[in-house]
């Protein structure tokens, strides 16, 4: 499979959306129960650093970053977040994305970026320590999906190209 990385544009937002619902409905993905509408999404995701993997036409997987705070002195931090394709997983889509939004988020000025994953979801914690995340612990009951406390790992990269100085 043919992989381009390319920034995500509306017209893939339908492609983009049923990748989240296949995240949502693992449980494994987020506390949201299903996945939101565009203008919901995007109020919710910064402008920049919005990206999907495409294979022949087909949106395979996408990743995105979010503003963890309004406050200024939190502009340089941000959320990630990474889908991929249920049919995709496990052949690198992840890994590709994840680097390209490392990258582009220092070209941003982003300069820790953050991620809270259910411990259960073991690849992606993998993944992103392989892509220089590192755990900071654990928020023990931190909300509840379906009636049930769930935990969530949170992970961070500090970037060493930005906010260095």
């Known amino acids: 499979m043919t992989l381009l990385i390319e920034g995500m544009a ?7 959306r049923q990748i989240y619902q296949e995240g949502v409905d693992t449980g494994l993905a987020t506390f949201e129960r299903q996945a939101s509408s565009w203008e919901k999404w995007d109020q919710g995701h910064l402008p920049f650093a919005r990206l999907v ?48 939004l490392i990258a582009e988020s220092e070209k941003n000025a982003i300069w820790t970026l953050q991620a809270s994953i259910f411990p259960e979801n073991e690849s992606s914690i993998k993944l992103h320590r392989r892509c220089g995340f590192r755990e900071v612990g654990i928020r023990r009951r931190i909300a509840q999906l379906n009636g049930a ?15 260095t100085d």
């Open 149 to 163: 406390w769930r935990d969530t790992v949170l992970l961070e990269r500090r970037s060493s190209v930005a906010g």
């Open 10 to 16: 509306l017209a893939h937002w339908q492609q983009v």
């Open 53 to 100: 993997a495409v294979s022949d036409g087909v949106v395979k997987g996408w990743a995105a970053l979010g503003a963890v705070s309004v406050r200024p002195v939190y502009s340089g931090v941000a959320e990630v977040s990474v889908y991929v394709g249920a049919n995709c997983r496990g052949q690198g889509v992840g890994r590709l994305l994840l680097e390209q």
